[in-house]
Antibody, heavy 116, light 110 residues
């Protein structure tokens, strides 16, 4: 079955960077886009961007342009999302999710807390 | 890239039907039949309920159904059950590889 397993919770100081990983299994890694979606405490879902694991092509939400970098390593079926210049309002659960025009499988989420 | 508009909350009694609306623009819902709906229970990851406006993924109950008219999509849940109490999110493709989500609707089963 499809599984997306993310790295563990992180605590970062304002101004720092965080890198979250998402390891895929149960399907051919290069045949599906992987999206990143975040959810601040008590808030809704926010799309951040996506990566094509086959080509490495990336698309980012305008809001995160210049702060987010998504990469992939096909040898270990893993994608990464790095967010820089962290602020307190970046505190959220970050999800990776498989799909293109919709997402059919989600990782368990990674809580990133930004606090001084 | 504005969020789609959903009601903050809806409620219904067991056995009843409810409908959650999701209003977008001509750039997203109005242009594409790529509307999806997700259910999220507290502390859990979202779960896909409906894709491409009205299609069911394997394993999802047909008590959940989707539709679209113009710039507005809708999710209807029939035969409400206690386990349906959750947050519901719509999502639309908006072109240029962009997805946009609604703000979410909290469903209370009375």
């Amino acid at each position: 079955q499809v599984q997306l397993v993310q790295s563990g919770a992180e605590v970062k100081k304002p101004g720092a960077s965080v890198k979250v990983s998402c390891k895929a299994s149960g399907y051919t890694f290069t045949t599906y886009y992987l999206q990143w979606v975040r959810q601040a405490p008590g808030q809704g879902l926010e799309w951040m961007g996506r990566i094509n694991p086959n080509s490495g092509g990336r698309n980012y939400a305008q809001k995160f342009q210049g702060r987010v970098t998504m990469t992939g390593d096909t040898s270990i079926s893993t994608v990464y999302m790095e967010l820089s210049s962290l602020r307190s309002d970046d505190t959220a659960v970050y999800y990776c999710a498989r799909g293109d025009t919709m997402v059919d499988s989600w990782g368990q989420g990674t809580l990133v807390t930004v606090s001084s | 890239q504005s969020a789609l508009t959903q009601p903050a909350s809806v409620s219904g009694s067991p056995g009843q039907s409810i409908t959650i609306s999701c209003t977008g623009t001509s750039s997203d819902i109005g242009s594409y039949n790529f509307v999806s709906w997700y259910q999220q229970h507290p502390g859990k990851a979202p779960k896909l309920l409906i894709y491409e406006v009205n299609k069911w993924p394997s394993g999802v109950s047909n008590r959940f159904s989707g539709s679209k008219s113009g710039w507005t999509a809708s999710l209807t849940i029939s035969g409400l059950q206690a386990e349906d109490e959750a947050d519901y999110y719509c999502c639309s493709y908006a072109g240029s590889s962009i997805l946009t989500f609604g703000g979410g609707t909290k469903l209370t089963v009375l």
